[in-house]
């Protein structure tokens, strides 16, 4: 591909990306970065790398990528706007046509931040503080009164639970609104997902249908947990017997006006009575419930959740087969 061909693809994509020659000199931006970054695009062209990177040790780096010709990526960068303003964002950088190519995906907002809903969360967080004690202390009995490993093991699991939740009311109540981010083994979290369900009295029928192969994303395992788990619950509530996890990884996934080149698909596939038709345009929206005794929370707080992380969480539903997908980009994890 010529550069002028991939030029005319590059101007049509959602991602961020700058062309930066030999000399560490803008010699291109895409109209995705001048909107990201509030640029004119004529006032940055031949201008040295630092009108949008200030971070000095960046700037090595970058000096090192043409060197070695190897690429790299940067986290959390912080890159300068008009009026002082910075924007965090994920930089990948890679050798190209004597310079550099920078395809910068910027990062959202901390949750706190943007969210009317967790100010409400938080308020709810503060009532479960110490129903969540109380569960644990009499799990914590049961554990050292009961015989035997099965009885002893529920008990540790009811345990773990309730220092998750309380973990999760905590970065509420004192808004630590951003997720905790590291690698992440999301077959770990369904296999975590399966036990939690099989304890229950009915427990459903459940499948596993993992890719393998898949790469591990950056993701908060509490917070993505309690996605998988409100997805589960939310089919066994619609009346599911079975409920099948499923794996894959998808390429230039659409979300809105970006486009991911890799993310990690999870599927929550259920045989539940599905979606009700008159839900289905606001089903993310708080306080929207199919149940007389719901809250309609779950669902609002697992795309919040899914979205904090670059992502999203989608559905299709007929009934006898709703499949939920959570998605995660893999870009931030493999550079």
């Known amino acids: 591909m010529s550069e002028l061909t991939w030029r005319r693809w590059a101007e049509q994509v959602a991602t961020g990306m700058a062309l930066v020659d030999a000399d560490l000199r803008v010699r291109w931006v895409n109209p995705a970065l001048v909107e990201c970054l509030a640029l004119g695009a004529r006032s940055v062209i031949g201008q040295p790398l630092t009108v949008l990177l200030a971070d000095a040790d960046a700037l090595a780096q970058a000096e090192r990528v043409l060197t070695e010709q190897r690429p790299l990526q940067w986290r959390g960068v912080a890159l300068?706007?008009?009026?002082?303003r910075t924007i965090s964002a994920d930089i990948e950088v890679q050798p190209f046509d004597g310079g550099l190519l920078l395809e910068v995906h910027a990062l959202a907002e901390p949750l706190a931040a943007r969210s009317p809903l967790s100010a409400t969360l938080r308020g709810f967080a503060h009532e479960v503080k110490n129903p969540l004690a109380g569960l644990r202390g009499a799990a914590q009995l049961l554990q050292r009164r009961v015989d035997g490993e099965d009885l002893q093991a529920l008990a540790g699991l009811i345990i773990d639970e309730a220092?998750?939740?309380?973990?999760?009311?905590?970065?509420?109540?004192?808004?630590?609104?951003?997720?905790?981010?590291?690698?992440?083994?999301?077959?770990?979290?369904?296999?975590?997902?399966?036990?939690?369900?099989?304890a229950e009295p009915s427990a459903p029928l459940l499948r596993h249908d993992?890719?393998?192969?898949?790469?591990?994303?950056?993701?908060?395992?509490?917070?993505?947990?309690?996605?998988?788990?409100?997805?589960?619950?939310?089919?066994?509530?619609?009346?599911?017997?079975?409920?099948?996890?499923?794996?894959?990884?998808?390429?230039?996934?659409?979300?809105?006006?970006?486009?991911?080149?890799?993310?990690?698909?999870?599927?929550?596939i259920d045989d539940g009575s599905g979606v009700p038709p008159a839900l289905r345009d606001t089903l993310f929206e708080p306080l929207v419930s199919g149940r007389a005794d719901g809250s309609g929370l779950g669902l609002a707080l697992s795309r919040e959740i899914a979205q904090e992380h670059g992502g999203d969480l989608r559905y299709v539903s007929y009934p006898g087969e709703t499949v939920f997908s959570l998605y995660l980009p893999l870009e931030r994890a493999h550079g």
């Open 163 to 198: 220092d998750r939740l309380g973990s999760l009311a905590n970065r509420l109540l004192f808004h630590d609104g951003a997720a905790q981010l590291g690698p992440l083994n999301i077959h770990h979290l369904l296999e975590r997902l399966t036990d939690l369900l099989q």
């Open 80 to 84: 300068t706007t008009p009026g002082d």
């Open 210 to 268: 993992y890719d393998p192969s898949a790469p591990e994303p950056l993701g908060d395992a509490d917070r993505l947990q309690q996605v998988l788990l409100n997805l589960a619950r939310n089919a066994l509530e619609a009346g599911a017997r079975s409920l099948t996890f499923r794996t894959r990884v998808e390429h230039g996934l659409r979300l809105g006006e970006r486009v991911l080149r890799m993310a990690l698909r999870v599927d929550v």
